[in-house]
Nanobody, 121 residues
């Protein structure tokens, strides 16, 4: 099994910044894409940003220019720098990675437990 542990969520005023981190651990053979998703109350989970193993990035239109995703392959960690936060960014943020366990011959999607981000107006 691969475990994802997120950190960095919290309460911030509109216009402020937060940095989320997500570290993958376990018997990992390789990690492919990593990403962040979010789910606001009463809404479906949506993609925020993804980054491939070659560091190609993709962002939701709603966060382009404000959020930056990055990764440290040596630490199996993905980050999400969130600037100019808005109340509509309030949600539980989930880390995701597509990885291969050392005992498996296929890749699997793994999810973190989620971290709350609340932006006050």
């Amino acid at each position: 099994q691969v475990q994802l542990v997120e950190s960095g969520g919290g309460l911030v005023q509109a216009g402020g910044s937060l940095r989320l981190s997500c570290a993958a651990s376990g018997r990992i053979s390789r990690i492919n894409a990593m990403g962040w998703y979010r789910q606001a109350p009463g809404k479906q989970r949506e993609l925020v940003a993804t980054i491939t193993s070659e560091t190609a990035t993709n962002y939701a239109d709603s966060v382009k220019g404000r959020f930056t995703i990055s990764r440290d392959n040596a630490k199996n960690t993905v980050y999400l720098q969130m600037n100019s936060l808005k109340p509509e960014d309030t949600a539980v943020y989930y880390c995701n990675c597509n990885a291969r366990h050392s005992t498996a011959w296929y890749d699997t999607n793994y999810w973190g437990q989620g971290t709350q981000v609340t932006v006050s107006s």
